[in-house]
């Protein structure tokens, strides 16, 4: 059973920086797609940052590009989300995610379709002070 957890939420003040981590138990890692979503309050899980297989790709909702940045370490079957410059509107739980299927044809056009995941952690609290 593929687990996901994440981890190097906390509280910052609006400017700073932080770097979560999602650890992925199980096999096949380096086969798959993540991505990064978050959801405030009340609202809708969202959207913020994929990447692909390799790492090679990777995609930003509009929000965060040029201020968050994801990567992955497949050896160590983690991948990252550096966030800088946050504002307090970044305040909000923060997932990282599993796509549904490996060496996907599908992501590079869906990759912020928060269905197309199927193995979700559960949550990092992230929250910007202003």
């Known amino acids: 059973q593929v687990q996901l957890v994440e981890s190097g939420g906390g509280l910052v003040q609006a400017g700073g920086s932080l770097r979560l981590s999602c650890a992925a138990s199980g096999r096949a890692f380096s086969n798959y797609a993540m991505g990064w979503f978050r959801q405030a309050p009340g609202k809708e899980r969202d959207f913020v940052a994929a990447i692909d297989w390799s790492g090679g790709r990777t995609f930003y909702a509009d929000s965060v590009k040029g201020r968050f940045t994801i990567s992955r370490d497949n050896a160590k079957n983690t991948v990252y989300l550096q966030m800088s410059s946050l504002k307090p509107e970044d305040t909000a739980v923060y997932f990282c995610?599993?796509?549904?299927?490996?060496?996907?044809?599908?992501?590079?056009?869906?990759?912020?379709?928060?269905?197309?995941?199927?193995?979700w952690g559960p949550g990092t609290q992230v929250t910007v002070s202003s």
């Open positions: 995610a599993r796509w549904v299927n490996t060496f996907s044809t599908t992501f590079t056009t869906r990759y912020n379709v928060k269905d197309n995941y199927n193995i």
